[in-house]
DNA sequence: GAGTATCGAAACTCAACCGTTTCAGAAGTG
DNA sequence: CACTTCTGAAACGGTTGAGTTTCGATACTC
């Protein structure tokens, strides 16, 4: 299963390696603007007025295109709705600053500072939502949540070398008590999430952790 | 606004104080299993498909009833929503153990031990999702957080007074510390919550708070 | 120029679902 | 008994939305 999260029709049919300059069909090419906007228009609805009012023609609108436009290059509101999701995943990279107290910010800093506002907020929720249901969903959000685990591991590690933290400390907790307080804190708190809260959390379980 | 909380209809009308015997009008009385029947089904429906997929036709057949037994009780799908959700909300009362770590371990186990259950993460996540867009859902979400809050309160002055947390200690951070991890874990992780996990992380949190 | 694939807009088909109504019975009142 | 209110089942009306099709126009290749 490729699934729906590749575009086939745009891939150049199986012909053999051409030479690499795109425009060999004839008629009128495809508007390459009209892939973003519809992808951002998607996210915005969604934003806007969560999975349940979700609807194609409400991004068409938004994105000030045709019904038509849209199903010529996604086969259906769902993979319409996967692809948006995954271009908002981050790509957060590792940090490595020489302390764990400033790569565990930066880790997180990169993971909720735009989550806070209430856009995202609804999104997540909805994602969230959406993936106990949709396997595909599910799919998506493990992987960016194990991409978060990968690195957390990464940054404990390298802790541990330099004896920052005891030698049997679990990552995946860490991660817990560290992302765990900031999500909360979005999702049910409703509260903002400024660079201080962030500090105060990671001190808290980095001296809760040590010893 | 009473609100759709409240079904108006099973009220004795506005007739003053009569003798307590219900009984009192013609007809075939009301099935009152089919109240918590119907209640029952709309918390099972909600748990297996999410908000998305929930319709009332489902919980007839789920609940063995005819729609219109539902819509004499209910004024509308979103009215049974509310009050199916409203049954589902626990009363958390105030522990007094004698230990902050006690207090905290009580307090928590009480609201994520039987949320580790998928029907109820499912719709843990679900009303969560729902409450950013509807109003009446996020008042009820935050009634319940803010119960919890007032436990979290409670607990941390009397911590205070006994010597075992910083005079200065939040007890609303306190609350997104150990809260936090735990729902995280239940909705982004996916692992389960066992008794030793709510203790671990008071431990850490309370260790990581003092001085 | 002829031919082809795209564009936005609008109309269409079809299915799902909310909420109402109808119906034949059942369960109470007097 | 007559009368009233509830029951589950089924059908109905109305709306909404997914996905398709049609349309005149546009942009490209040959």
Redesign the interface.
Known sequence: MTSATSRPDTAAAQAPADPPVEARRPGRPRDPQADAAILQATVEVLCE?????FTVDAVAAHAGVGKATIYRRWPSREALVLDAAATLVPQPDVPDTGSVRDDLIALMSGSFEDAASANK??LM??V??????NPEMKRL??DY?QRRRDGSAVVVRRAIERGELPADTDP??LL??I???????V???GRPIGDEVVA??V???????AH
């Open positions: 007025h969560g999975f349940g009012a907020q609804q929720a909805a969230t939502a959406e993936a106990v249901v959000l493990r949540t995946d907790f817990d008590l992302a765990g307080p900031l999500f909360y804190r999702q049910i708190s105060d959390v001190d808290v379980v980095l001296r809760g952790l």
